[in-house]
């Protein structure tokens, strides 16, 4: 029935727009029939036979209003009658619109440039609108009794067909039993044996044949379960009673293993305890060697004497290395081991750390060479202490085996990764010695350790770091060839490279050129060479061009390369010293001290080239630290040990403090209450009243509460440093007692410091 609408609806609407083209076509043919009698009219001014025209084409059952006007569209004729009312218009209104008006222009054969008027004919499209309503109703009435004659009699079919048999089936399923459902078979409805129904009634019999089958097997195999019922059960008991005596054992495992739990955390614990108390047992002690040892050095005028004192601190300053090695060691183990994520300079890392080992390597007459490339982003974040770590002992090992050639620190950055090279001429490894440097207290075999001494701490130490860092660190070597470490450290950029120099500068240094009178072979050339391109400054062989900047190596006693210095006739001379003994006092000669830091050779470009720098110039993107030198300040030190005592104050005094000494914590109550203290260095481990006690006792009276308490002590293990801050301390340094330290946070907390302590 809905298909038999859908159709008529369609067949309606194309009547519909038959209908409508049906009207336009008469009433145009109409108007067309009246146009020449009504031109002729027009053209003689025949008013009676307007109006005999015009009653005439109101005979037309649509027709309600004809008129001819002349050519100034003044009516000559009208003829008209109302519109024929019906309860029905509004769907004709609706479908073909309550009047059309059409019209047509009047011309005589003879003269058609001459415009005679129009003939104007209305018409009500009630005449063609109910013609179509009447043919609708008739289609749509028509179309329903067709579908549902139809509709009835596929139903009878149907039903005859398909239901019947079908509910006989059904009936047949519905007799079956609940207890045998598988004896049952359904009988196929007559005259349906090879037909569809049929074929379903034979497959629901073939299952039901499988189902009987499959209830005989269930039935034999529940038999034999039965059977072997009591056989499980007894099994059961037997099993049980073994699994039984199996918990019992179990369980006296457990108190077993908890018992050995309980007492390795008490051997962590201790061990922990342990390396604290000695490492501030070690490190108070140690304090004092290493500040009297400074503050000898520091007067002692006799050069022998100074030479034994050195070698003493240098004594000590190893010793206070292997301690903090063992303490890193430990912590990285323990998985306590902190790593900060700071903003850091790795170039200015990689030349103070080059030329803090610089000294060793001239003493064993070997070349310390940095390579650091020119576009190495200007800052990093990560952690430059342990970063610095991983890099000295590095260096350190590499001149420790190297007794001839050079050792190469070599800086990049690529694929998101920092890339640090050493690599060394010294006496190498065994394949068997490259799997054992990095076990703790292990090196590459025996001999290494008497000949060249050493704990084994330092690659332990960090292989262990760069892993923390999730980086990797590989060895290349062979024995007699050298060793070549790599270290990989994913580490974010803060600031991106920017090799460029100030324009005013570069303008005058590119336009100078440098002259170059350092050998091909020469061990720094290639980290001059490559920075100087890197600021695009030409590069020219001084025996070719005498022109420009004179960058040449200089050795001391060199008197062929100082007479060719001293005959320059180009700008300035720039020295290029790897012995640290060069010195010139030519005007217009400039002494560059290698290893390479980038900010002394921009200077002594810059001086060479007649531009005015000083000490403090920097490279465009890094900072200089101008800071004046710190106020005199009174200063209490918190302090038990009387060795300390004299090497801090000592320190204090010589960086223009007035010092006043306390020997515990009640003893710097009583000193805070009988004067006021700019700032109070407070020792942790003292008798009678400890550093932390007396700090939450300071902070509990309100006008001490401002003053800056400095934590000094030798505890550096996991946790000292929050302890010392959640009692009310505001900063930590650790001992032994060092000058920039001091200075450093001194300053920081100094009351006209305008740090703020937040930032510390």
């Known amino acids: 029935m809905v298909l038999g609408l859908a159709l008529n609806m369609i067949q309606i609407t194309l009547d519909y727009f038959s209908a409508r083209n049906a009207m336009e076509r008469d009433i145009l043919a109409l108007i067309e029939i009246s146009n020449s009698p009504a031109s002729q009219i027009a053209y003689n001014i025949d008013v009676r036979l307007a109006d005999e025209l015009l009653d005439g084409l109101l005979k037309h059952p649509a027709t309600v209003d004809a008129r001819i006007l002349d050519s100034d569209g003044q009516t000559m004729s009208a003829a008209s009658e109302s519109s024929p009312i019906s309860s029905y218009r509004w769907t004709s209104d609706l479908l073909f619109g309550a009047s059309r008006v059409f019209s047509s222009e009047l011309r005589v054969p003879q003269l058609q440039e001459l415009p005679l008027g129009q003939l104007v004919v209305t018409i009500d499209t009630w005449h063609y609108g109910w013609q179509f309503i ?23 079919i149907f039903y005859f067909v398909l239901t019947r048999p079908m509910l006989n089936v059904i009936e047949a399923l519905s007799k079956v039993r609940a207890s045998t459902p598988e004896k049952i078979r359904l009988p196929v409805p007559p005259n349906h044996r090879f037909d569809e129904i049929g074929t379903m009634v034979g497959i629901i019999n073939q299952h039901l044949e499988s189902m009987e089958g499959s209830v005989a097997q269930l039935r034999a195999a529940e038999s034999a379960m039965k059977n072997y019922s009591g056989q499980l059960e007894q099994e059961v008991e037997d099993r049980t009673r073994e699994i039984s005596d199996k918990n019992l054992a179990l369980q006296r495992g457990n108190r077993a293993l908890v018992r050995a739990k309980e007492d390795a ?30 503050l000898a050095l520091e007067s002692e005028r006799d050069a022998v004497q100074r030479n034994q004192l050195e070698i003493a601190l240098n004594a000590g300053e190893s010793l206070l ?32 750390c080059a030329t803090l080992h610089a000294q060793q390597a001239r003493r064993k007459h070997i070349h310390l060479v940095n390579e650091t490339d020119p576009m190495l982003p200007e800052q990093f974040l990560g ?14 090992n590499a001149i420790k085996f190297t007794d001839d050639g050079s050792v190469l620190v070599r800086t990049s950055y690529s694929g998101g990764s920092l890339r640090l090279e050493v690599i060394d001429t010294g006496i190498g490894m065994s394949q068997n010695g490259l799997h054992r440097i990095f076990s703790p207290f292990s090196q590459a075999d025996s001999d290494t350790t008497r000949l060249y001494g050493g704990t084994g701490l330092g690659l332990t130490l960090c292989r262990q770091l760069v892993e923390r860092m999730h980086g990797q660190i590989l060895v290349d070597s062979s024995e007699g060839s050298g060793t070549h470490f790599t270290v990989t450290l994913p580490l974010p950029v803060k600031e991106p490279a920017n090799p460029a120099l100030p324009e005013k500068t570069a303008t005058k240094l590119r336009k100078a050129g440098v002259a170059m009178a350092i050998p091909a072979q020469h061990p720094h050339r290639l980290a001059l060479e490559s920075q100087l391109r890197a600021w695009a400054i030409p590069v020219r062989s001084a025996s070719r061009h005498p022109e420009g900047i004179l960058l040449m190596a200089a050795e001391p006693g060199d008197v062929e390369s100082r007479a060719f210095a001293d005959g320059w006739s180009g700008l300035g001379v720039v020295l290029a010293d790897t012995s640290a003994t060069v010195t010139s006092n030519q ?4 002494v560059l001290p290698l290893p390479l830091r980038q900010t002394d050779l921009y200077q002594c470009l810059c001086s060479a080239a007649g531009l005015q720098t000083n000490d403090n110039i920097a490279l465009p993107d890094q900072s200089v630290d101008v800071s004046d030198a710190p106020q005199p300040l009174s200063l209490l030190l918190v302090e038990d040990n009387q060795v300390n005592q004299l ?45 932390y006690e007396a700090t939450r006792a300071i902070r509990l009276n309100p006008e001490w509460q401002n003053i800056p308490v400095i934590a000094v002590t030798a505890n550096v293990m996991q946790g000292d440093r929050e302890d010392c801050l959640a009692s009310g301390m505001n900063d930590y340094i650790t001992k032994p007692y060092k ?11 100094a009351p006209s410091s305008p740090e703020s302590p937040a930032n510390s």
């Open 134 to 156: 009447q043919r609708a109703a008739n289609t749509l009435l028509i179309g329903l009794l067709k579908s549902l004659v139809l509709s009835v009699a596929l139903l009878t």
């Open 739 to 749: 000058r920039d330290e001091l200075k450093a946070v001194i300053r920081r907390w």
């Open 265 to 294: 955390v008490r051997r962590a614990r201790a061990r922990a305890n342990f390396l604290a108390s000695m490492s501030h047992e070690i490190r108070t002690p140690l304090n004092g060697v290493l500040g009297m040892l400074g």
């Open 321 to 352: 290395e292997l301690l903090n090695d063992i303490l890193d060691i430990s912590k990285v183990e323990a998985g306590k081991l902190s790593l900060e994520n700071i903003p850091f300079s790795m170039r200015s890392l990689v030349e103070v």
């Open 647 to 691: 090497v801090a104050s000592s320190l204090l005094k010589k960086l223009g403090h007035r010092v006043d000494h306390a020997e515990n914590g009640q003893r710097a109550l009583e000193a805070l209450q009988k004067r006021h203290y700019d700032l109070v260095l407070m020792d942790c481990q003292m008798p009678v009243m400890d550093g």
């Open 587 to 590: 005007p217009g000669q400039y």
């Open 383 to 396: 952690d430059p202490t342990r970063t610095r770590q991983i890099l000295n002992n590095l260096l350190s």
